[in-house]
């Protein structure tokens, strides 16, 4: 059945058979092709695979878009980067940008990602370059973004980081600022915030400005409160000086409300345990919130922080909270190798 579609399929593209519609392959036979191409991906068969990319790329942009993220998952996940079926692959990739210019920045965009997972930080670089000066690439944020990720991780591959200049420090400032501006309009998801702000934010700290990256997390911080990696950089950069405990605490607290089970929580929690006035009721229900999650059951430093808190607190056990969590307690610590006098 599938071969039968097969055969159908190719003649309609080699033109000998128009019976499909005029221009328009059947969704029937595209779906049985396409089934053909999953089978052929799950068997490894590669040369089908080839084939049929070739013939789902001839006659329908849409068929031709299947085709390209077929190519970009391949890329991502069989081949090393010497391999020749990859650089096969990234031809074909790179043909795309003539056959659908339509989809021109997305497979731009897609090829660069590629490339960067697959540590080609240069051959990346050299589509940025290519394309730069292009009225359709030039404004996308996301194409600028990717520009200043890889301007970093030149620099830092070609030993510019202690020197703090070299032939790529002037471009990479360039893009900084262009980061800059473009995160204010990129309006993606989690993904996207991550990776460029992760890499502009550890930029700005290798580079000295300290300060400056911390005010663009905080600022980040209050338009985009749900996104976590803004705690996780403030608590990473803020802790290489003692003179922020303070701020460290308040941006833990932001953080494990936002995210209980966070490591944050023990290390929050030791710093509130050794304060005068110490607020037990909240270490409670943090470390408590912690240990709700079954990822943090074993963890010893949990459960050695309730039985700090148990031993310093002397309304511990009458407190609601400790009442409503001792089934769970006693649960965990029969998995543990803690005994239950430690903790209960």
């Given amino acids: 059945m599938l071969a039968g579609a097969m055969?159908?399929?190719?003649?309609?593209?080699?033109?000998?058979?128009?019976s499909l519609g005029h221009g328009t392959v059947h969704a029937t036979e595209v779906a049985k092709v396409v089934r053909l191409l999953r089978k052929s991906l799950l068997h490894h068969d590669m040369d089908t695979v080839s084939d049929i990319m070739e013939l789902l790329t001839a006659r329908t942009l849409i068929v031709q878009e299947l085709a390209v993220k077929v190519t970009r998952e391949l890329m991502l996940h069989e081949y090393s980067c010497n391999d020749e079926v990859?650089?096969?692959?990234?031809?074909?990739?790179?043909?795309?940008?003539?056959?659908?210019?339509?989809?021109?920045?997305?497979?731009?965009?897609?090829?660069?990602y590629i490339l960067i997972l697959k540590g080609m930080t240069k051959e990346a670089f050299e589509v940025i370059l290519s394309n730069a000066s292009m009225d359709q690439f030039s404004p996308s944020p996301l194409f600028q973004g990717y520009g200043g990720v890889i301007?970093?991780?030149?620099?830092?591959?070609e030993g510019f980081i202690k020197k703090g200049s070299g032939k790529l420090c002037d471009g990479l400032l360039k893009y900084f600022d262009v980061m800059r501006t473009n995160l204010n309009i990129v309006d993606g998801g989690e993904g996207?915030?991550?990776?460029?702000?992760?890499?502009?934010?550890?930029?700005?700290?290798?580079?000295?400005?300290?300060?400056?990256?911390?005010?663009?997390?905080?600022?980040?911080?209050?338009?985009?409160?749900?996104?976590?990696?803004?705690?996780?950089?403030?608590?990473?950069?803020?802790?290489?000086?003692?003179?922020?405990?303070?701020?460290?605490?308040?941006?833990?607290?932001?953080?494990?409300?936002?995210?209980?089970?966070?490591?944050?929580?023990?290390?929050?929690?030791?710093s509130l345990l050794l304060e005068d006035?110490?607020?037990?009721?909240?270490?409670?229900?943090?470390?408590?919130?912690?240990?709700?999650?079954?990822?943090?059951?074993?963890?010893?430093?949990?459960?050695?922080?309730?039985?700090?808190?148990?031993?310093?607190?002397?309304?511990?056990?009458?407190?609601?909270?400790?009442?409503?969590?001792?089934?769970?307690?006693?649960?965990?610590?029969?998995?543990?190798?803690?005994?239950?006098?430690?903790?209960?």
């Fill in 192 to 270: 996207e915030y991550s990776f460029f702000m992760t890499y502009y934010v550890k930029s700005l700290v290798r580079l000295g400005r300290t300060d400056q990256a911390v005010s663009l997390l905080e600022e980040y911080k209050l338009t985009r409160p749900q996104e976590l990696t803004t705690y996780r950089l403030l608590i990473e950069i803020l802790t290489s000086d003692s003179s922020n405990n303070e701020r460290i605490t308040q941006v833990r607290k932001d953080l494990v409300l936002l995210e209980p089970s966070s490591r944050e929580a023990v290390a929050l929690v030791n």
């Fill in 151 to 157: 301007a970093y991780m030149l620099w830092k591959e």
């Fill in 86 to 112: 990859f650089l096969d692959l990234l031809k074909f990739l790179k043909q795309q940008f003539i056959a659908m210019p339509q989809f021109k920045i997305q497979n731009g965009l897609e090829l660069i």
């Fill in 7 to 18: 055969v159908k399929f190719v003649s309609y593209v080699e033109g000998s058979d128009d």
């Fill in 277 to 344: 006035d110490v607020d037990y009721p909240y270490c409670l229900s943090v470390v408590l919130n912690f240990m709700d999650y079954p990822t943090n059951w074993s963890n010893l430093s949990g459960l050695s922080l309730l039985s700090k808190i148990r031993s310093e607190w002397p309304n511990c056990e009458e407190s609601s909270l400790w009442r409503s969590r001792s089934k769970m307690l006693k649960f965990i610590l029969s998995e543990t190798t803690l005994h239950e006098q430690d903790v209960l």
